[in-house]
């Protein structure tokens, strides 16, 4: 039997562990390389850095096939195939930084043997072509470039990872194309080989449109607002049509994390820079970023002034299931309500420490009901499974005004009312303040009662 490839994954973050636990997991030698010594240490140790459900017990299992290193030559001496899983965060101007995948490239051995080197980074495209002229330069054209990018979500990593809905191979290499095709074998998922620039195409216009659909559900609820209809109702109708399918059409205070703004904006940097300009990226930023300041608006509806009223926030991490607090919508809502003076409270099961420092100015409560305490409003930022669990008979009376402001729709608009709470999701006829249909309904009961 031939034994499976060693792999070496570079940038242990996010991607990077998962990828790595996965492929040991997949019964290969996984040499992980980081340039953060104490990040190292602790995995070493045993202890996975980051909140990922299975990720530390992935690890701790396959210990005895995953390796952590700060040195570059423990991956390139004795990994066939490289994983690149480094970070390209976002220019000043929009456009992805790729300070880190060039560092790579530069710090590849003179004497670096026959690799595939798998770039699972998100890249712009036409990054291949300048990683090759690099290597090219360098004199390591022997060096078997391909585009892999990875299409995981954080809190369904593992997952993602195991049952990809494709694998996505870009090259014009044919031996690393079949290498990387033949390690992905026991996912059982469809390979798509293409050409480099368009696997980059790929993952840019995949996230793209992912926040695309969400800022178009988000639209359809904010006018959802203003004529009555319930805006999940809407979403599970249009779902049903397997052309738009019932994925990311929740509504809500708009997306967050890592990717999607950072991808967005690349790719319309990547247009424009290119000449096109690409008209309805723009309208899914401002979009995203008018959602946050009509939760806000939504409180002032309710309670006027926000000066002085306690606020307590409900999550925190920009998605349920992960402490990642990059580009979270706590981070924005809690920054506005601090300017409107507000006193801010806030709860996350899981992203509190990681919050902390991000939050100056918010008292970071470990138990929800002390958070809830006396405060004015509560606002659902992060749709944690574990708040759908909260009493809300309780939850109203130990409040000081019961209002709930629901930005991810998680409760139901009729048990949170009769439990006391006056209640305003994201586009659903529970709002009693805003929804037409409502107030005439509201109108009609006070004229029947008067008369
Ligand atoms: P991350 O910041 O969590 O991890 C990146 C890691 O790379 C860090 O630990 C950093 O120290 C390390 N690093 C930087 N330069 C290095 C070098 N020269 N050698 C070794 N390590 C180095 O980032 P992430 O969230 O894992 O994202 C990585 C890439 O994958 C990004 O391009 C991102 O857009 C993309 N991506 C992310 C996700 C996700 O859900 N987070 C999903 C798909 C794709
Ligand atoms: C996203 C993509 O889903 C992954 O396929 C991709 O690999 C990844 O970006 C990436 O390139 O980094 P991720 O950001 O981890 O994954 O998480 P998502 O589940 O996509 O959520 C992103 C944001 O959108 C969250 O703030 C979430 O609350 C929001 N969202 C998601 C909605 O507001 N509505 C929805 O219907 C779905």
């Excluded at 409560?365 to 749709?383: C, F, P, R, S, Y």
Aim: proline fraction near 4%.
């Amino acid at each position: 039997m031939t034994q499976p490839p060693v792999i070496g994954v570079i940038g242990v973050g996010y991607v990077g562990l998962v990828s790595a636990a996965c492929f040991a997991e997949l019964g290969n030698h996984v040499i992980c390389r980081d340039i953060i010594p104490e990040k190292i240490e602790r995995l070493r140790d045993g202890h996975v850095p980051i909140y990922e459900p299975g990720l530390s017990d992935l690890v701790v299992k396959n210990r005895q096939r995953l390796t952590f290193t700060t040195e570059i030559r423990d991956v390139t001496e004795q990994a066939g195939i490289i994983f690149v899983c480094v970070n390209t965060p976002p220019m000043y101007s929009g456009d992805a930084d790729l300070t880190f995948v060039e560092a790579v490239i530069a710090e590849l051995p003179d004497d670096i043997g026959d690799v595939v080197l798998a770039m699972k980074s998100t890249v712009p495209v036409g990054t291949g072509e300048r990683m090759q002229a690099l290597l090219d330069a360098r004199g390591l054209s022997h060096v078997r470039y391909v585009s892999n990018p990875e299409f995981l979500k954080e809190g369904d990593a593992i997952t993602d990872f195991m049952h990809p809905d494709r694998v996505v191979i870009g090259g014009t290499d044919d031996v690393a194309i079949d290498r990387l095709a033949q390690l992905h074998a026991p996912l059982e998922t469809r390979i798509v080989r293409t050409d480099v620039a368009t696997a980059e195409m790929i993952k840019a216009a995949s996230n793209a449109f992912l926040a695309t659909k969400i800022s178009f559900i988000n639209e359809i609820a904010n006018v959802c607002e203003e004529t009555g209809a319930d805006v999940t109702a809407v979403a599970e109708g249009m779902g049903l049509d397997r052309r738009i399918g019932r994925h990311f059409l929740n509504a809500g205070i708009g997306f967050g994390g890592s990717c999607f703004g950072k991808d967005v904006s690349a790719l319309k940097q990547l247009a424009g820079n290119s000449g096109y300009h690409f008209q309805i990226l723009n309208s899914v930023m401002e979009v995203n970023e008018l959602q946050k300041r009509r939760l806000v608006a939504k409180l002032g509806k309710h309670l006027g002034s926000l000066r002085d009223k306690k606020i307590a926030l409900l999550g925190l991490a920009f998605k349920p299931g992960t402490d990642d607090m990059r580009e979270a919508a706590s981070l924005i809502v809690a920054s506005r309500l601090l300017a409107e003076g507000a006193i801010v409270r806030a709860h996350d099961p899981v992203a509190s420490e990681v919050a902390r420092p991000l939050l100056r100015g918010v008292e970071i409560h470990d138990d929800v009901l002390e958070m809830l305490e006396g405060v004015d409003a509560a606002v659902l930022i992060t749709e944690w499974p574990q708040y759908a669990e909260l009493d809300l008979v309780h939850v109203a009376k130990i409040m000081r005004t019961p209002v709930l402001i629901d930005g991810r729709n998680l409760f139901a608009p009729e048990l949170a009312e009769r439990a006391g709470l006056t209640y305003e999701g994201i586009g659903r006829p529970g709002a009693v303040v805003g929804n037409p249909r409502r107030r005439e309904q509201d109108g009609a009961a006070s004229a029947s009662t008067e008369a």
